[in-house]
């Protein structure tokens, strides 16, 4: 059984930071790539950034490219996304997923993604 477990979220002012947080039990990410998406209310989840299993390749959805950054750290099983200059519209509750078909490709699609977590939620005020 994986899990992924998410945390970092919160209440932040546009303008500030924040770091997420998601950890795997019941299997190791190293060998996969590794995905953070979106989902605000009523919209449908959406790709935010993705990671290959060493890290070496990276892609981000434009929406977030310059502000957004994720990382991993296979030691300890988790990946990171940090989130700078954070806007309004990045209000969302923020999924990791587990591309277990996939080590040297960043997909965008949900349906490329097999384990997901339950998601933290960010809240940016204006």
């Known amino acids: ?3 992924l477990v998410e945390s ?3 209440l932040v002012q546009a303008g500030g930071s924040l770091r997420l947080s998601c950890t795997a039990s019941g299997r190791a990410l190293n060998m ?3 995905g953070w998406f979106r989902q605000a209310p009523g919209k449908e989840r959406e790709f935010v950034a993705a ?3 060493s890290g070496g390749s990276t892609n981000y959805a434009d929406s977030v490219k310059g502000r957004f950054t994720i990382s991993r750290d296979n ?3 988790t990946i990171y996304l940090q989130m700078n200059s954070l ?3 990045d209000t969302a509750v923020y999924y990791c997923a587990c591309a277990a078909s996939y080590s040297y ?3 965008v699609t949900t349906g490329r993604y097999d384990y997901w977590g339950q998601g933290t939620e960010v809240t940016v005020s204006s």
Request: charge should be positive.
């Open 1 to 3: 059984q994986v899990q």
């Open 8 to 10: 970092g979220g919160g």
């Open 32 to 34: 996969n790539t590794m």
């Open 51 to 53: 990671i290959t299993r």
């Open 75 to 77: 030691a300890k099983n």
């Open 87 to 89: 806007k309004p519209e």
């Open 105 to 107: 490709y960043v997909p």
